[in-house]
């Protein structure tokens, strides 16, 4: 059993800033990557940004256009997304999302919400 917990989201105005965190718990898991996808309003959910745990590489979709960066901290099963530059169509929840090494079925936190203001 895997729990992904998010943190950071909020109210922030266009060109403004977040970081959002989201941190695995539970026994016994291997974390091949982790990452996040996001879901405004009357869309489908869309991939963000994923890195890989071993050697630490980042994806990105091409709509990030370099406004924001990923990260990962092994000690503490933690991975964070630097969002700069924000854009009031970045408005959406944002979900963590983790695949491990032997485990079918990826792991999804229970989201938080990301606003930017115009």
């Known amino acids: 059993q895997v729990q992904l917990v998010e943190s950071g989201g909020g109210l922030v105005q266009a060109g403004g800033s977040l970081r959002l965190s989201c941190a695995a718990s539970g026994r016994a898991f291997s974390i091949l990557r982790m990452g996040w996808y996001r879901q405004a309003p009357g869309k489908e959910r869309e991939f963000v940004a994923h890195i890989n745990w071993s050697g630490g590489s980042g994806w990105y979709a091409d709509f990030v256009e370099g406004r924001f960066t990923i990260s990962r901290d092994n000690a503490y099963n933690t991975v964070y997304l630097q969002m700069n530059s924000l854009k009031p169509e970045d408005t959406a929840i944002y979900y963590c999302?983790?695949?491990?090494?032997?485990?079918?079925?990826?792991?999804w936190g229970q989201g938080t919400q990301v606003t930017v203001s115009s």
């Open positions: 999302n983790a695949r491990m090494t032997h485990i079918a079925s990826d792991y």
